[in-house]
């Protein structure tokens, strides 16, 4: 099979406002119909209950099996929702998707290391200092972590918004 001379460009993507818009600029902006496009959502692991919790409630291996359906549905929803941005803008770019456990900033930062990536696309939240300090931001940990260029796309304030 013939390798393609295009770029590999990692894009994180989730359930925000701000990761559609990033998707989607970079898709207008940055990539061409040679690059492939690697989405990856990365899911937050889900906390290890106790058969009672510190708050006295009972988990059931149920409730337990029901928390991680929801969030394979998530997962598969923001992938779905994701691609259908990217089959809107060229449906002759290669677009593949990956979804991964763990904290989004070490996740994002092993695959674009891992899969030797040309660029990574990353949204901005626009969290304040106070949220951004409690939080911690993914974008600019993931800035000064990976070794390939960042881009930090904003979405603009919907009354800068031409569209």
Same mark, same amino acid.
Request: with cysteine; charged share 25%; glycine share 4%.
């Given at each position: 099979?013939?390798?393609?001379?295009?770029?590999?460009?990692?894009?994180?993507?989730?359930?925000?406002?701000?990761?559609?818009?990033?998707?989607?600029?970079?898709?207008?902006?940055?990539?061409?119909?040679?690059?492939?496009?690697?989405?990856?959502?990365?899911?937050?692991?889900?906390?290890?209950?106790?058969?009672?919790?510190?708050?006295?409630?009972?988990?059931?291996? %149920?409730?337990?099996?029901?928390?991680?359906?929801?969030?394979?549905?998530?997962?598969?929803?923001?992938?779905?929702?994701?691609?259908?941005?990217?089959?809107?803008? %060229?449906?002759?770019?290669?677009?593949?998707?990956?979804?991964?456990?763990?904290?989004?900033? %070490?996740?994002?930062?092993?695959?674009?290391?891992?899969?030797?990536? %040309?660029?990574?696309?990353?949204?901005?939240?626009?969290?304040?200092?106070?949220?951004?300090?409690?939080?911690?931001?993914?974008?600019?940990?993931?800035?000064?972590?990976?070794?390939?260029?960042?881009?930090?796309?904003?979405?603009?304030?919907?009354?800068?918004?031409?569209?």
């Amino acid at each position: 099979m013939a390798e393609k001379n295009g770029r590999k460009i990692l894009v994180a993507v989730d359930e925000s406002d701000e990761s559609g818009y990033a998707l989607s600029w970079c898709l207008k902006t940055l990539s061409n119909s040679n690059d492939t496009l690697v989405l990856i959502y990365a899911v937050q692991p889900r906390p290890v209950y106790t058969a009672i919790d510190s708050t006295g409630y009972l988990f059931t291996a %149920d409730i337990i099996a029901n928390m991680e359906i929801l969030s394979n549905q998530v997962a598969q929803s923001v992938i779905d929702k994701a691609k259908k941005i990217c089959s809107e803008f %060229d449906d002759q770019i290669t677009v593949e998707a990956m979804v991964e456990t763990g904290d989004p900033r %070490d996740v994002i930062c092993e695959m674009a290391d891992k899969l030797k990536v %040309d660029f990574l696309v990353l949204g901005s939240h626009g969290y304040g200092t106070i949220k951004r300090a409690f939080l911690g931001s993914v974008s600019n940990h993931c800035a000064h972590k990976v070794k390939c260029p960042v881009l930090i796309v904003k979405k603009p304030k919907s009354n800068d918004a031409h569209h």
